[in-house]
């Protein structure tokens, strides 16, 4: 059961990296020869999805488990767990930042493309409270291939973000309106 | 009381007095069958687009109209009969409003102007009306000082203005009479158009028909401006002449090289076709041309047609409202293209280059400035091509006065 | 019959609309949607253009009537 927990546990962090990497990919409106910029989209939301569905278990496991010492206030109040608070804290952070990302992504139809945006900067916060839970939370954070799946996400991540970040980004011979001048 | 006669009918008052109002045109009643009314006299709208007022007014009436709206907003730089309007026949407007509002069954009413001493001057007025109206009949009514930009008069625009938001036009998937001012069915009218309803409700359907063409009856206010001696505003009725309009505004000062009906976004008569032209839908539409706000600016020959049009399309250009990436990107592409068919220099440029871009910008936005620009530098086209030519060749027709 | 709108105050020319409705949009060479004709959707089409509706990442498509 703990394996199952912590097994779901890292295969979320590998899907909210993907996620996050195809997000920016999404964002930047490029496309790459053989998949469509609908086919990024999809993949966007779909990994997000597995990701949240992931979590789902990976929390449901460790509340049943008896050695996790986890219960439901955990998941909202932070920090006051019985194993590794910090940590477990927090992941229950990331886990609140998740719902808030999953519900305005369902809801973004009523609650209209600016508020979306704004909430969905979110995800620069829910995952790097991952990343950290992660590594803090687990008994096999110093073994090697733990050591090597954080060092490729982390690289992904911080790639994608950069390419974000960049003058670059914008550049694609597609000119972004400023709209900013309008009002 | 004795309705006015001739085509003179709108700004007949002696001061911008309520007792000068009342003395020249009568008491109002507002007890009318107003939709009925309009009907008969064949009411079109006088802010451009000449939609039936009494269609307009069914729909509003129908739905329940919570607001209405006078639009005095007037963005356009060639016209000037709405603050004329405003100026000097203001209780006229105001009247219109109040006959809208009954016939809607609207609560608030709203007077968008871009001048603040004449909104000023509106508020004492309304104060004054107010003060000798009973609690039950009054309507609230509030002046709102709208930016003085081309597309400040879009119905939309007016919407978000009255909302505090910038007065930018809106994405109109709902029309405006469906879901408006605070999401209520929103009823706009032009301010003249309002100060015809409001003459139509005291003398009648039939006086307002007794001038003006069968399909367009009645009196409009036209702006007329550019190369002529004595440019103002001029109320005459539908279907007069083009050429009694320029001598009413003192006659051309250098000949008329062409004539731009419907301003900027309109089209321009050929100075052949002037004589035998009438401001009636009927004449001016194969100039691609309608009477629309009434604006008439005179081109003369001491002036490069193909130039003003050039600059007139930069201007346009310059007022989108930077929402709608084709308007942003496209009317700049649009107004450079004929700009370099003035100096064709280096790089000529092409008549089929501006045609491509005008197909690029229409429709392709969330309100009419791409169409009507487009619809504007098409005429220029068409007017000046002997210019383009002329152009072409590193001359120009113009024949400045020396 | 039912009908797509643009909101084009919300468009940035991502072309997500223009990949899954291929019949009825192109892009111009800012990215911008352009309609081949009038945006009608019959059967065929509907859902795809929902599909459209769904994809757009700026929420700047709707299906009016």
Not at chain 1, 104 to 114: D, N, T, V, Y
Request: aromatic share 6%; proline share 6%; charged share 20%.
């Amino acid at each position: 059961m703990w394996f199952v927990g912590r097994g779901t546990g890292i295969v979320a962090l590998l899907m909210f990296t993907l996620t996050v990497v195809l997000g920016v990919l999404t964002r930047s409106g490029r496309s790459a020869p053989g998949i469509t910029l609908f086919g990024i989209a999809d993949l966007h939301r779909t990994a997000a999805l597995a990701g949240t569905g992931l979590v789902a278990v990976h929390v449901t496991t460790l509340l049943v488990d008896p050695f996790s010492q986890l219960r439901l206030v955990d998941l909202v109040v932070p920090f006051h767990a019985g194993y590794r608070p910090l940590w477990v804290g927090l992941g229950a952070l990331a886990l609140d930042t998740l719902v808030v990302l999953v519900g305005s992504s369902l809801l973004r139809h009523r609650i209209g493309p600016r508020l979306f945006r704004a909430l969905h900067w979110a995800a620069y916060a829910m995952w790097p409270l991952a990343f950290v839970h992660a590594l803090g939370s687990g008994t096999d954070a110093a073994t090697w291939w733990l050591r090597g799946i954080a060092a490729i996400c982390a690289l992904a991540v911080t790639g994608a973000v950069w390419w974000r970040a960049s003058e670059r980004f914008h550049l694609h011979g597609r000119p972004t309106l400023d709209r900013r001048a309008a009002r | 009381m004795s309705p006015p006669t001739g085509a003179r009918r709108l700004l007949l008052a002696e001061d911008t007095s309520l007792a000068a109002h009342l003395e020249r045109y009568g008491p109002l009643t507002t007890r009318v069958d107003l939709v009925r009314l309009l009907e008969h006299a064949g009411l079109t709208g006088h802010g451009g687009a000449g939609f039936p007022a009494a269609t307009k007014l069914r729909g509003a009436a129908s739905r329940g109209a919570g607001v209405v709206i006078a639009n005095g907003a007037e963005g356009e730089p060639a016209s000037a009969k709405d603050r004329a309007l405003l100026q000097h026949a203001p209780h006229l407007v105001l009247d219109g409003l109040l006959l809208a509002a009954r016939a809607t069954g609207a609560r608030s009413a709203y007077v968008a102007t871009p001048s603040p001493r004449t909104a000023e001057a509106l508020r004492e007025q309304l104060a004054l009306r107010e003060q000798l109206t009973v609690r039950r009949d009054r309507l609230r009514t509030e002046v709102v000082v709208v930016e003085d930009r081309f597309i400040s008069g879009e119905e939309s625009a007016l919407v978000n203005a009255v909302e505090g938001r910038p007065g930018i036009p809106r994405d109109r998937a709902v029309p405006v009479f469906e879901r408006g001012v605070r999401r209520q069915p929103t009823l706009v009218h032009n301010v003249e158009t309002l100060a015809h309803l409001a003459l139509i409700a005291r003398f009648g359907s039939e006086w307002f028909r007794s001038v003006g063409t069968r399909e367009q009856p009645g009196t409009f206010l036209a702006t007329v401006s550019g190369d002529v001696a004595a440019p103002g505003v001029h109320e005459v009725e539908h279907g007069a002449p083009l050429p009694q309009l320029i001598d009413a505004a003192g006659g051309p000062t250098s000949g008329v090289q062409a004539v731009l009906v419907g301003g900027f976004h309109g089209a321009w008569v050929p100075g052949a076709s002037v004589p035998s032209t009438t401001m009636s839908s009927s004449s001016l539409a194969p100039h691609g041309a309608s009477v629309g706000a009434g604006v008439v600016l005179v081109l003369g020959y001491d002036r490069c047609g193909l130039r003003e049009s050039a600059g007139i399309a930069s201007y346009l250009a310059g007022q989108s409202a930077r929402q709608c990436g084709p308007c942003v990107l496209g009317l700049p592409r649009l107004a450079e293209s004929l700009a370099r068919l003035v100096h064709p220099g280096v790089d000529p440029g092409s008549v089929d280059e501006v045609v491509r871009m005008t197909a690029l910008v229409r429709g392709r936005g969330a309100c009419a400035h791409p169409d009507g620009t487009a619809r504007f530098v098409i005429s220029t086209l068409r007017a000046f091509s002997d210019d383009i030519a002329a152009h072409g060749r590193g001359g120009c027709r113009a024949t400045p006065a020396h | 019959m039912p009908r797509l709108h643009i909101d084009w105050t919300r468009c940035d020319g991502h072309g997500l609309c223009a990949e899954l409705l291929p019949e009825l949009l192109g892009r111009d060479e800012w990215g911008y949607p352009l309609p081949r004709a009038a945006l009608d959707l019959d059967v065929r089409l509907l859902e795809h253009a929902e599909h459209a509706v769904d994809a757009c990442p700026l929420l700047a498509l709707k299906i009016i009537g």
